[in-house]
């Protein structure tokens, strides 16, 4: 069973459709790269993946149940975790306010006790540790990143969806991220990320997916679109 599906998804806004029956599922603790030009519908897709958009026709499935009808804090509870683009973290609180709230923003999701979660996610981020009583706002893009991933899974979702986490970041600095979002992918849960850098995204990810104007162009194991000469020279550059 598919840890997450989109089944056949229209969606779009205002009566228009953006998404042109877009399928997609990702194995349990797997992990899957959208990628695809500006404009392509890749936000939007998210946006249908955690429940801000509702679809036209088709079904949203997470770990096999249908989750089509709930809203954004709904899909939460049933263990969906969403990390935005933009304004992921409160800015003028700490660190550690930050993930109290990220694990106060699902009530009753897990039992463990906020100190328990807390040094679960000390042990996956340690860079957070010195910086715990750290205002986010006074942190590096890449930290704020962390910090936002870090409250996200403070609730112990089942799945993460990441929307754009490079965004803004240097080179450099991006680079970093990535190893720390493979550590991600690797801790054990299932991960949708949307990536505007091709290159990174589908070199974090075990599977790619390519969007082109609300469909599916290309998908499959993400070292084969990074291998595959029509991608690279049509979506990746000629590097
Ligand atoms: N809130 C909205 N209302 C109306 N149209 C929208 C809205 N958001 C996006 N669109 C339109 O939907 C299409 C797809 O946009 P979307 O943001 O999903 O693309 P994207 O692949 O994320 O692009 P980018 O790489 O620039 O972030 C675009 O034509 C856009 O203008
Ligand atoms: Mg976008």
Request: proline share 5%.
């Amino acid at each position: 069973m598919s840890a997450f599906e989109l089944e056949a998804v229209v969606a779009g806004y205002g009566g228009r459709a953006v998404l042109h029956g877009v399928s997609l599922s990702i194995a349990a603790n797997g992990s899957l790269a959208v990628v695809g030009p500006n404009g392509s519908g890749k936000s939007t897709l998210m946006k249908t993946a955690v429940g801000l958009v509702r679809p036209t026709s088709g079904r949203v499935l997470l770990e096999g149940g249908d989750v089509t009808r709930l809203d954004a804090p709904g899909r939460a509870r049933r263990g969906l975790g969403y990390v935005p683009q933009e304004a992921n973290v409160f800015r003028n609180m700490s660190v550690r306010e930050n993930l109290k709230i990220g694990l106060e923003f699902v009530p009753g999701r897990v039992r463990a006790s906020f100190a328990q979660r807390l040094s679960a996610m000390l042990e996956l981020f340690p860079e957070l540790e010195p910086k715990l009583g750290t205002l986010a706002g006074h942190l590096s893009g890449g930290q704020r990143q962390m910090v936002a991933m870090a409250a996200a899974l403070m609730p112990a979702p089942s799945f993460l969806a990441l929307d754009e986490p490079s965004a803004g970041l240097s080179p450099r600095n991006a680079a970093l991220l990535f190893e720390v979002i493979g550590r991600v992918a690797r801790y054990g849960v299932t991960l949708l990320m949307i990536e505007q850098n091709t290159r990174l995204g589908l070199g974090a990810a075990d599977e790619g997916l390519v969007l082109v104007s609300g469909e599916v162009k290309a998908k499959g194991p993400a070292a084969g679109l990074l291998d595959d000469p029509q991608m690279r020279s049509l979506y990746l550059g000629s590097r």
